[in-house]
């Protein structure tokens, strides 16, 4: 099913002229800001075009051309080839050292994977919420990373380029140079400016909002406005940030919410050794992370994604 979005996409795409340097993520960014800011009755409108079976039809073929148009930021970063499954971007440069471990520890996670006694994986492993004995030591709540101490491998060779993949790799690594101008607008990146970075945005609606609660209130896009939640798709995206230097874990960064209260942008850390296990399974669907339901998200990480979030509302 479509979204509200792209019935809004397929409006006004092409009336929105675009900047001489602006891609198409950068000209649905813009879009989607206007979208949020149009009242609920005009996007309860564009929802009930974009679940109608016949006028959905007509949408499906502007959308198909606008996903053909090139977009300048994936280009540099992908030299113009489609990413991997999953896209492991380097937002701190403090720490040369621990970087290149990381990456040789991750290198070795996936020829474990890889290794015949480990084709059968994803039959063994959980195809239910984290906690359960196919994610367990994988996934780390804020609290238990801050408190586990990591020892660190044996520096090896690690990724200085731009993205850099193996022909068999899970991943794409994003480390720029210090030259590069993409380096600076990656350090310190938000989960959210991550994701509209290397994903595609869209607006859909909100999960069903569960039996004896109420809607979020005041409501913000993230996690529900007007019914609606701003949502991503593409390449998962894991972040090696400050606190990965130490832990050797990456934020999880959540694409799109699957239950009531939980936030796009979320993230929780999970540990180098586990991460190509966790990108097969999560991508295929065999796996997905509740928490059994308790919000172990990351919280400073959802208030710094609503608050950008927020800031973008009056662009």
Known sequence: MLSPFIAYLA?????????PTEGRRARKLGLVAQFWNLPKEEKDRLAQIAEDTVKSAAL???LEAIRAEKDEDVDVVFGGASPPAGIVVRTDYSNEEAWTSFVDALKEAEKDLAAPENEDMTENTSSGSAGQPGAEGAVESES???DEEMDADTPGAGSSSVASESAASLF??????????LRPRLTGISNLAALRLFNEVDAVRTPAVPAGARRVRPGNRLVDLDGFVEAYSGAMVWVYDT???????????????????AATGDSWRARVSFLPELQLNLASGAMKIDFGGLDRWDYKERQRNIAEANSNNSE
């Open 144 to 146: 238990e990373s801050e």
């Open 243 to 261: 606190q990965s230097n130490v832990d050797r874990a990456v934020r999880v960064v959540n694409q799109r919410v699957e239950s009531y209260g």
């Open 172 to 181: 794409a690594i994003v480390s720029p140079l210090a030259s590069s101008p």
């Open 11 to 19: 409006e006004n795409y092409v009336k929105n002229e675009p900047a």
């Open 60 to 62: 499906a073929d502007v």
